[in-house]
């Protein structure tokens, strides 16, 4: 076992994770992965290796589709998220999730960031006014929608479309964020205004990102896990992992993405 | 890890190329063949139109649109009461419909998906499509007519449902499952239900789809005669008596003067009302697809 795992009072814990989908494919493979509170951490791996799938259980979003099924524990603060007494509705405002293309709802701007406090809270215009100001501010939003709060969000270009919808999974306050490869449909510019973010809003929330951008990966987490073939193969300090693999397929991937 | 692509070399020296003379004459013919089979139905279409337009506009007028209809040789015939009937007749049967339909087609895309029981559901909804509108009328007839010892407006409405209800189910299940699942990911990561994220974001995805499958079966089932024939049948009066009198209607009171009249005034009348029928299943349809080219957007 690498130092990662077994960190002291790690936000997530997940123990002997396994995964099958409704086909009885078997995508994950006992995965053991500790995730850092206010941290940054990098899933990378080769494509079709499970990254999403493994992020997917984490707010237990794969119960959409009956037939598929995770096995393990996942431990969020002493609660087990794969366990089926688990609240999902209470489990998703905790766990916030944003997906590889931008999903705005049809509502307005202000309506699409609005919408999760209204489900959870009962709050009042004046409150629920400043709140969505908060999280458009806080997604670095807000200039350049303030004016056109009521135009239709599905109106915005792709990268405002993804900020809004990080707004949208920030204003409810959740403690993890989620993000499975938020900027590969989003241009270079885009990109990095996300990554400038993420980095401010590891302060408040623990996040884990999925990407096949080994630089993206390099430049903004803390700590990395290497997936392939469904199994963790490596975790460790980003830093460590980039420069000093202890495994062969994880040097094998990064040096084959660097050149 | 490096990628393979296979080099265009490697295509095998024994492929033989096909004369292009010959797909490009199957090209042109299936082309000529699809033009003229378009040219048939559409020259089909404007005939039809083209004769209810001017045979029903030489009898078009206010008195017409706002008379009761009349036994022959009273003066001052006109279709108000079949065409309130025919409102009342269509909207009832709608929102009769439309709730039951609504709720099928949810359960069929959001919850029984692809299980047995759905596909059985399915197989129902395409049989029930198929019956002949006239079976329908005689259902009605036995179970509600007959028990109810009178033709009534409000037995036209149920055979009119009956009509409806799965055509509505089938387009409300097409128009949700166009609703990607990232959308319903999407809303139930941020803590919805199942229902919130039902109605709130996938219905609302889909509500210019839905209102157009809607409107679709509205006009599909407004112009029909055969189911009224053995339910609201038809008088020469007011509406006043849906649910327990035979209620004048459109579709009726154009076969009563044409088919069932030998006389060249009542035939007039059946070629205004035509007019009318059909200018209002247009618009309906006109409606509906503009609904649904903004959906598609
Ligand atoms: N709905 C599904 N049904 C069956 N198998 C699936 C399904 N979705 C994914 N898989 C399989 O599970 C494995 C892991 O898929 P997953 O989407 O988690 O990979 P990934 O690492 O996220 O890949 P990518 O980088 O391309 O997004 C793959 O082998 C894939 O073929
Ligand atoms: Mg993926």
């Given at each position: 076992m690498n130092t990662v795992n077994n960190m002291t009072n790690p936000k997530i814990k997940v123990r002997n994770l396994s995964f099958y989908y409704e086909n009885g494919h078997q995508a994950l493979f006992n995965n053991d992965l500790d995730i850092r509170e206010h941290a940054i951490t990098a899933v990378i791996g080769p494509s079709g290796c499970g990254k999403s799938t493994h992020l997917r259980t984490y707010n237990r979003i794969y119960s959409l589709h009956r037939g598929q099924r995770a096995e393990g524990e996942i431990w969020l603060d002493g609660i087990n998220i794969l366990a089926p007494e688990t609240d999902l509705l209470l489990l998703r405002r905790r766990v916030g999730m944003i997906f590889q293309r931008p999903t705005p709802f049809p509502m307005s701007v202000f309506e699409n960031v609005a919408y999760p406090l209204r489900l959870h809270f009962k709050m009042n215009k004046r409150e629920v006014a400043d709140r969505v100001e908060q999280a458009l501010r806080d997604a670095s939003l807000w200039e350049e929608v303030k004016d056109t709060l009521h135009k239709s969000g599905q109106a915005l270009s792709g990268g405002q479309q993804q900020r809004l919808c990080i707004a949208r999974a920030i204003v409810t306050e959740p403690e993890v964020l989620l993000l499975d490869e938020p900027t590969s449909a989003i241009d270079p510019v885009?990109?990095?205004?996300?990554?400038?973010?993420?980095?401010?809003?590891?302060?408040?929330?623990?996040?884990?990102?999925?990407?096949?951008?080994?630089?993206?990966?390099?430049?903004?987490?803390?700590?990395?896990?290497?997936?392939?073939?469904?199994?963790?193969?490596?975790?460790?300090?980003?830093?460590?992992?980039?420069?000093t693999p202890k495994q062969k397929q994880t040097e094998e991937y990064i040096t084959g993405r660097f050149g | 890890m490096a990628l393979h692509l296979p080099s265009p070399r490697n295509t095998s020296p024994s492929m033989t190329?096909?004369?292009?003379?010959?797909?490009?004459?199957?090209?042109?013919?299936?082309?000529?063949?699809?033009?003229i089979a378009l040219a048939l139905a559409i020259g089909a279409m404007l005939w039809i139109l083209g004769t209810i337009f001017s045979r029903g506009?030489?009898?078009?007028?206010?008195?017409?649109?706002?008379?009761?209809?009349k036994p022959y040789g009273v003066p001052g015939n006109g279709i108000a009461n079949a065409l309130l009937g025919t409102l009342m007749i269509t909207v009832t049967a709608a929102v009769i419909a439309i709730p039951i339909a609504l709720a099928a087609g949810i359960g069929l895309s959001e919850f029984a998906k692809q299980s047995r029981f759905a596909n059985l559901m399915r197989f129902c909804i395409n049989v029930m499509m198929g019956i002949p509108s006239i079976l329908i009328g005689l259902f009605v007839y036995m179970l509600w007519v007959v028990p109810q010892k009178s033709f009534s407006g409000f037995a036209g409405a149920l055979a009119l449902a009956i009509l409806m209800i799965p055509v509505i189910t089938r387009t409300t299940e097409d128009m949700l499952r166009m609703v990607s699942?990232?959308?319903?990911?999407?809303?139930?990561?941020?803590?919805?239900?199942?229902?919130?994220?039902?109605?709130?974001?996938v219905c609302k995805s889909a509500r210019n789809g839905l209102v157009s499958g809607i409107l679709l079966a509205v006009a599909r089932v407004a112009g029909e005669t055969a189911p009224l024939l053995f339910t609201a049948l038809f008088a020469d009066t007011w509406p006043r008596d849906f649910f327990t009198h035979p209620t004048a209607n459109i579709p009726v009171l154009i076969?009563?003067?044409t088919t069932n009249s030998p006389f060249e005034a009542m035939h007039q009348v059946g070629w205004g009302a035509a007019l009318v029928i059909t200018l209002i299943v247009l618009i309906i349809n006109i409606v509906a697809k503009t609904c649904f080219r903004e959906q598609k957007r």
């Open positions: 885009a990109t990095l205004k996300i990554e400038d973010l993420l980095l401010r809003l590891k302060e408040r929330f623990t996040i884990v990102i999925v990407t096949h951008n080994m630089q993206q990966a390099a430049r903004i987490s803390d700590v990395t896990a290497f997936f392939y073939k469904g199994h963790i193969v490596e975790t460790g300090e980003t830093k460590q992992v980039f420069t | 190329l096909r004369p292009f003379f010959w797909r490009k004459l199957q090209n042109g013919l299936v082309q000529t063949f699809s033009i506009g030489e009898v078009l007028s206010w008195d017409f649109l706002t008379n009761s209809s699942d990232h959308l319903r990911e999407a809303a139930l990561a941020l803590g919805c239900s199942r229902w919130e994220m039902i109605v709130q974001v076969t009563e003067t």
